[in-house]
């Protein structure tokens, strides 16, 4: 008998409760990952995922060859390259992580619909991609929770499953074709992490021992970079959500509860995104905004020159290593909704194109949180770049890193390029600011009619 495991956003040996079902259901198990060409053809390919990907690919298959096994890879529609390979190999069930996107739905479905006429079966797990599933914990009468703090306080309480370790052997069937692993593409941003659970799992122990006790103090400290930086090892599944929290709750401390409490907002939005697929586009809680479109200030935004250091640090981070640091996501992402006016969508593609840890259901519901037509209660709050820069990256390290034009700029004056004296500042190849902030301001609230 053969199964097949069909790996998807859990590229990884160890607790993966998939792999483990399809061991366990079949004495042969085609470990398999498809190209799926509606990702690409979506455009959501960006080259620094694909990058990460090709990565992740390569160190799964190197693991399961470790145990006698291999990855078979194919490229195509997810659904028929499926079928074709359960057919050459007479696979009988096929297993699957539960995805909470649109696109995840229908994968599911037309899988089912296409194996279930070759009287195949499929098997769709929970607790994979997150330690609670969507849907497990709902408020009353409710599909899902749309305020975070609720949603911790009984996400908090549920049982979480036992990590599994990794198989000691997986039998592949002999001859069953597969491409070649992908390589990386040309267009990568310079500074981009390597995937892959061996060093998603090398990480998390460096940083569970050197970052996590300090966490809750540092983790706002834009220079001091003192966050995980597990986000892209948790999109890709190389690390395992479950087993996270339950180390984490291990270590315990100040430091392990904040990070914990971080791992549930990326579990809520999962929450969210599963009741509500058409948050990735549509605001949650329409507010009649009139967005501004495209234009010169979504332009300067996206290339780091809107003058306002900090938000060019953020934006050149970006683009350099394909990561943000979260603070710094925050402070970019409500300067151009709430200073500059433009539509979160404008904003959230272009974090899609370029960030490693990408997600459908983080991006878009940031997004809508910090541009007030989602999760937050207080929908009109604005961060101002030059508070948070003070409060954030008091002595302008963090701008000082990202835009070498201020590089000779000491202190907290960084912040302020327009208040230098003017000798100083004609000197700079650095733009004036793009919009006066109370300016700004005042039209965002009479825009919103506050
Ligand atoms: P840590 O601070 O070490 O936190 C640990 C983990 O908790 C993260 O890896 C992440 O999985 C989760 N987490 C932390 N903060 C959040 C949060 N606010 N929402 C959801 N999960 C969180 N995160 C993504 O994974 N993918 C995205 O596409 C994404 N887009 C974002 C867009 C905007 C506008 C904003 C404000 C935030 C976005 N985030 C996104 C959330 C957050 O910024 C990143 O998860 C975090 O910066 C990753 O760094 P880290 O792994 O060092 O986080």
């Given at each position: 008998m053969t199964s097949i495991c069909l790996?998807?956003?859990?590229?990884r040996?160890?607790?993966?409760?998939?792999l483990r079902a399809a061991l366990d259901s079949a004495e042969q198990v085609v470990p398999l990952f498809v190209l799926d060409e509606a990702i690409e053809a979506?455009?959501?390919?960006?080259?620094?995922?694909?990058?990460?990907?090709?990565?992740?690919?390569?160190?799964?298959?190197?693991?399961?060859?470790?145990?006698?096994?291999?990855?078979?890879?194919?490229?195509?529609?997810?659904?028929r390259e499926t079928c074709r390979v359960a057919e050459e190999t007479g696979a009988g069930q096929v297993h699957i992580a539960a995805g909470v996107s649109r696109y995840a739905a229908r994968r599911e479905e037309r899988l089912r619909e296409a194996l279930a006429g070759a009287g195949r079966e499929l098997r769709?797990?929970?607790?994979?991609?997150?330690a609670v599933p969507p849907g497990a914990v709902t408020p009353a009468g409710k599909e899902s929770?749309?305020?975070f703090t609720p949603y911790f306080r009984r996400w908090e309480r549920a049982d979480l499953r036992d990590p599994l370790g990794a198989p000691r052997v997986v039998r592949v069937p002999d001859g069953v074709a597969s491409r070649p692993l992908p390589r990386a593409p040309k267009g990568t941003s310079p500074g981009l992490p390597a995937g892959g659970e061996t060093r998603a799992r090398e990480r998390w122990r460096a940083w569970r021992a050197s970052g996590l006790a300090a966490y809750e103090e540092r983790h706002d400290d834009l220079a001091g970079d003192a966050t995980s930086r597990l986000s892209p090892h948790l999109h890709f599944g190389c690390l395992s959500a479950t087993e996270l929290v339950r180390s984490a709750r291990d270590a315990g401390g100040p430091g392990a509860d904040a990070f914990v409490r971080q791992l549930a907002?990326?579990?809520?939005?999962?929450?969210?995104?599963?009741?509500?697929?058409?948050?990735?586009?549509?605001?949650?809680?329409?507010?009649?905004?009139?967005?501004?479109?495209?234009?010169?200030?979504?332009?300067?935004?996206?290339?780091?020159r809107t003058g306002y250091p900090v938000i060019d640090?953020?934006?050149?981070?970006?683009?350099?290593?394909g990561w943000m640091h979260n603070r710094a996501r925050l402070l970019a992402a409500s300067f151009l909704t709430k200073t500059l006016y433009v539509d979160w969508r404008i904003g959230a593609a272009h974090f899609l194109e370029l960030l490693v840890d990408g997600d459908v259901a983080n991006n878009q519901?940031?997004?809508?949180?910090?541009?007030?037509?989602?999760?937050?209660?207080?929908?009109?709050?604005?961060?101002?770049?030059?508070?948070?820069?003070?409060?954030?990256?008091?002595?302008?390290?963090?701008?000082?890193?990202w835009v070498p034009e201020l590089a000779g700029v000491r202190g907290g004056a960084v912040h302020r390029p327009w208040r230098l004296p003017e000798a100083e500042r004609g000197a700079l190849d650095y733009p004036a600011p793009l919009v006066d902030l109370d300016e700004a301001l005042a039209r965002f609230r009479g825009a919103r009619g506050k």
């Amino acid at each position: 008998m053969t199964s097949i495991c069909l790996f998807t956003a859990d590229l990884r040996l160890h607790d993966n409760p998939v792999l483990r079902a399809a061991l366990d259901s079949a004495e042969q198990v085609v470990p398999l990952f498809v190209l799926d060409e509606a990702i690409e053809a979506a455009g959501f390919a960006a080259p620094n995922r694909a990058a990460f990907l090709a990565d992740c690919l390569a160190d799964l298959d190197a693991g399961l060859r470790e145990r006698g096994g291999r990855l078979v890879l194919r490229r195509g529609d997810v659904a028929r390259e499926t079928c074709r390979v359960a057919e050459e190999t007479g696979a009988g069930q096929v297993h699957i992580a539960a995805g909470v996107s649109r696109y995840a739905a229908r994968r599911e479905e037309r899988l089912r619909e296409a194996l279930a006429g070759a009287g195949r079966e499929l098997r769709v797990h929970d607790a994979v991609l997150t330690a609670v599933p969507p849907g497990a914990v709902t408020p009353a009468g409710k599909e899902s929770f749309g305020v975070f703090t609720p949603y911790f306080r009984r996400w908090e309480r549920a049982d979480l499953r036992d990590p599994l370790g990794a198989p000691r052997v997986v039998r592949v069937p002999d001859g069953v074709a597969s491409r070649p692993l992908p390589r990386a593409p040309k267009g990568t941003s310079p500074g981009l992490p390597a995937g892959g659970e061996t060093r998603a799992r090398e990480r998390w122990r460096a940083w569970r021992a050197s970052g996590l006790a300090a966490y809750e103090e540092r983790h706002d400290d834009l220079a001091g970079d003192a966050t995980s930086r597990l986000s892209p090892h948790l999109h890709f599944g190389c690390l395992s959500a479950t087993e996270l929290v339950r180390s984490a709750r291990d270590a315990g401390g100040p430091g392990a509860d904040a990070f914990v409490r971080q791992l549930a907002w990326r579990e809520f939005h999962h929450q969210v995104l599963a009741a509500r697929p058409d948050a990735a586009s549509r605001d949650l809680r329409p507010r009649g905004d009139r967005w501004h479109g495209e234009g010169p200030e979504a332009d300067a935004w996206r290339a780091g020159r809107t003058g306002y250091p900090v938000i060019d640090a953020a934006m050149r981070q970006l683009r350099h290593e394909g990561w943000m640091h979260n603070r710094a996501r925050l402070l970019a992402a409500s300067f151009l909704t709430k200073t500059l006016y433009v539509d979160w969508r404008i904003g959230a593609a272009h974090f899609l194109e370029l960030l490693v840890d990408g997600d459908v259901a983080n991006n878009q519901l940031n997004w809508q949180w910090v541009a007030g037509t989602g999760t937050d209660t207080r929908p009109n709050r604005v961060l101002n770049p030059l508070v948070q820069a003070r409060r954030f990256d008091p002595d302008g390290a963090y701008v000082r890193r990202w835009v070498p034009e201020l590089a000779g700029v000491r202190g907290g004056a960084v912040h302020r390029p327009w208040r230098l004296p003017e000798a100083e500042r004609g000197a700079l190849d650095y733009p004036a600011p793009l919009v006066d902030l109370d300016e700004a301001l005042a039209r965002f609230r009479g825009a919103r009619g506050k």
